[in-house]
Nanobody
């Protein structure tokens, strides 16, 4: 188990950018990582994922081209760069990790993860 802590959320206007960070309290270097979000009254949904090697990524269709997931192994941190934000991006964003032996493995469903951060609010005003 690893404790994950998100930061970087806040209130922005449509078209603005934000960068979320997810830092592991212990090493996440052998963890595939993901970002999920949950808007009020909606189910949690997949946003992005990255393998522990960093070589493989995938995105939800509505964020592809606007969001970028990356990781810094030295900082033990995964980032979600969010550009051209829209009001519909408003949600609580959570990072998640799964320890795996597959350096290229990625996981697009929440069931694949067994470590979660507490979540952070992102609000985009129109």
């Amino acid at each position: 188990q690893v404790r994950l802590v998100e930061s970087g959320g806040g209130l922005v206007q449509a078209g603005d950018s934000l960068r979320l960070s997810c830092r592991g309290r212990s090493t996440i270097n052998r963890y595939a990582m993901g970002w999920f979000r949950q808007a009020p009254g909606k189910e949690r949904e997949f946003v992005a994922t990255i393998s522990w090697s960093g070589a493989t990524t995938d995105y939800a269709g509505d964020v592809k081209g606007r969001f970028t997931i990356s990781r810094d192994r030295a900082e033990n941190t995964v980032y979600l760069q969010m550009n051209s934000l829209k009001p519909e991006d408003t949600a609580v964003y959570s990072c998640a990790g799964k320890r795996t032996v597959d350096s290229s493995g990625i996981y697009l469903t929440s069931y694949g993860y067994d470590n979660w951060g507490q979540g952070i609010q992102v609000t985009v005003s129109s």
